[in-house]
């Protein structure tokens, strides 16, 4: 099955810096990519996704990148703000057509340090 | 428009007892999902639904049961309630299967002592 690595587990950086988070995977048949943020006592939300016919996606200060042949891909946070500060999962998925399988990395802290 | 809603929050159980986590969604989404999360280890699917009267197992389905008799509505059983099942819960939806957004509900952080 799916295998995703998620580094690292946790990340400290003063606001307005730039945050990245990196996450691999295992199933080359894999072909959707979300990130999810989770912010204390509550459930994760989807704040980027990318598929797998593209490279890049961007959505103001994030944004993510996709290595198909490395099986690679990346959480990219610009200008970040303590409002940042949460745990950000990646997850990936194989379309396997009974539902939406997905495998989620390990997750990592993100503090941004006012 | 309350999205989806879990119940309880909290519950602290001994091992042997049973207990039931409670789903209900109200934006008429087809596919629901549990999902466990132990601390650094992501993620693990338990049970999922794709519709009302159809379930399938995840991941990790040992220990837990489920059934889903409306669209709403996707409860989670434990029967006999082990230490290893100590950890957060939670619920989540989407419109659909394939490349679809889940929300999900705030989670059960259950304790089995």
């Known amino acids: 099955g799916e295998n995703v690595e998620q580094h690292p587990s946790t990340l400290s950086v003063q606001e307005g810096d730039s945050a990245v988070i990196k996450c691999t995977y295992s199933?080359?048949?894999?072909?959707?990519f979300p990130w999810y943020k989770q912010e204390l006592g509550k459930g994760p939300q989807l704040i980027i996704d990318?598929?797998?016919?593209?490279g890049e996606k961007k959505d103001q200060r994030i944004a993510v990148t996709l290595n198909k042949t490395a099986k690679h891909f990346s959480l990219h946070i610009t200008e970040t703000q303590p409002e940042d500060s949460a745990v950000y999962f990646c997850?990936?998925?194989?379309?396997?057509?009974?539902?939406?399988?997905?495998?989620f990395g390990g997750g990592t802290r993100l503090m941004v340090k006012p | 428009n309350a999205g989806v809603t879990q119940t309880p929050k909290f519950r602290i159980l001994k091992i042997g007892q049973s207990m039931t986590l409670q789903c209900t969604q109200d934006?008429?989404?087809?596919?629901m999902y549990w999902y466990r999360q132990d601390p650094g280890m992501g993620l693990k699917l338990i049970y999922y639904?794709?519709?009302?009267?159809?379930?399938d197992k995840g991941e990790v389905p040992n220990g837990y049961n489920v059934s889903r008799s409306t669209t709403e509505d996707f409860p989670l059983r434990l029967e006999l309630a082990a230490p290893s099942q100590t950890s957060v819960y939670f619920c989540?939806?989407?419109?659909?299967?394939?490349?679809?957004?889940?929300?999900f509900g705030s989670g059960t952080q259950l304790s089995v002592l």
């Open positions: 997850a990936a998925r194989r379309y396997n057509n009974a539902g939406n399988m997905l495998t």
């Open positions: 199933d080359s048949a894999s072909n959707y």
């Open positions: 990318i598929r797998s016919n593209v």
């Open positions: 639904s794709v519709g009302a009267g159809i379930t």
């Open positions: 989540a939806s989407s419109l659909r299967g394939t490349n679809e957004k889940l929300f």
């Open positions: 934006m008429n989404h087809n596919y």
